[in-house]
């Protein structure tokens, strides 16, 4: 791991730059790297290299997954595949229940090989009705969310400033849009960043 | 006991007159008709005059109350009165559950367990009004009963429960700055998504961060671009997204 890892700063340190700059292997301006990526679906029909559900059952690096339009996906996680959950997470941290976003390259047999899963995010709007000892009582149309402070990983975005691990500018009744993990199965998440108008 | 019931005719028509008066005068509460739950009811076009026939119906129903002499009919027509609010309220909660119920004032709020407690006590109120004969009120009651009403009022919340709730958080600071640890990922992810390195490379990223690390004052992030890897080195300290470099990495060739 060590040396792997002394191998990737070296190369970002060493020969690292600013920008991506053009290659050996082609031209890295926008034009070429959307042409490679350009996609080939019909407007109005599903995104093959998407897929969103909840898990039902893993076995191995395979996730079985039930779309909320009752569809089954089946999705592979390999070693390149980047998992969230509140953070970057290894794929222990998948379980049953999780609900999930994935998106990937769609193989011959139908299964999805992810490139990146996020579990359980959510993305919510809303205003705060109370704030008590590390837990925003957000209201988000007549319906109330529980959202919990963790420490070390919640922010906060006022407007255009950066990002401050300091939520104690949050006011009772502003308006506020959360992004964070959900705690299955309850009205619960956990704040991954939370967006101030002011 | 009878001066409980003689004190119940004061209290509905205190709650009636308001709520007669917001529907026939509030300018911003007749805006808004469209988006109540009667206009669910009535249609879009009719719920206006619906509004005011309705505040009308309170008004009088409060000038009946208040004036002698006093007679069962007035607590009856009282509790009707109640009885249809909470028949409204369940078909409000039922039909349009994001619509307010457009009772007492005009806001955005949804019918909720506090509406229905408020219409619950006026019911009650109204029963016991009927027995109602010539007896002077109990002033203390009346008040008690009106200050929970009001309590039961998500028209005043703004209020009392808003700028209760900011000055015990003022006092309390629940969310006060814990003491600087780490630096959240997700400052240095706003960091470098605003910066030109992570802007040159995005076209080319394929997956989310897939590892993460801290060394020498330096946040490493690791992507997945296609078959390769791409490197980004965010300094801890400093906030200038200028300075965060990038480099594709073949990781196949470098293993």
Redesign the interface.
Known sequence: MRS??D???S???G??????AA?ALGS?G?EA??A??APAIEPGTPDPNFAEGRIRSIKENTLLVLGSNMVFHTIRVVD???L?KL??VGFDQAKPGDGLYARGVRMPDGMLAA??V?LNIVNIKGHIK???????HLDH??HEVLCH?V?????A?HSES???????M????QHVQILGAWRPDTNEVDI??VFSPH | MHGIAASQPYVIAVFLIWAGLMKLLSRRMRAQAGQTALARLTGATRAVPALRLVGLVELAVAAALLLPPVHPLDGVAAALLAAGFLAYLSYAYVAAPTSSCGCLGAHSRPVDLRAFLRAGVLLAAGLVAIGAGPYPPLAPLVLLEVVILLGLSAELDRYWLTPTRRLLVRLRRPLAALPPGDVPLETTLHLLRRSPAYCSASARLTSDVRETWDEDGVRFLVYGARERSAVFAVPLAGDDPAAIRVALVDEAALA
Do not use: H, M, Y
């Not at chain 1, 109370?130 to 925003?136: G, L, W």
């Not at chain 1, 949050?170 to 009744?173: I, P, R, T």
């Open positions: 792997r890892r191998l990737l700063k190369a970002v340190l020969g690292g730059a600013g920008v991506v290659t890295l926008p790297a959307f490679t990526t390149g595949t980047s969230w953070g970057p490139e990146a996020w109370n704030i008590t000892s590390q837990t925003i149309n007549g402070v420490a070390g990983k919640s922010v975005i950066p990002a401050t691990s300091d939520l104690s949050l006011k009772v009744s991954a960043t």
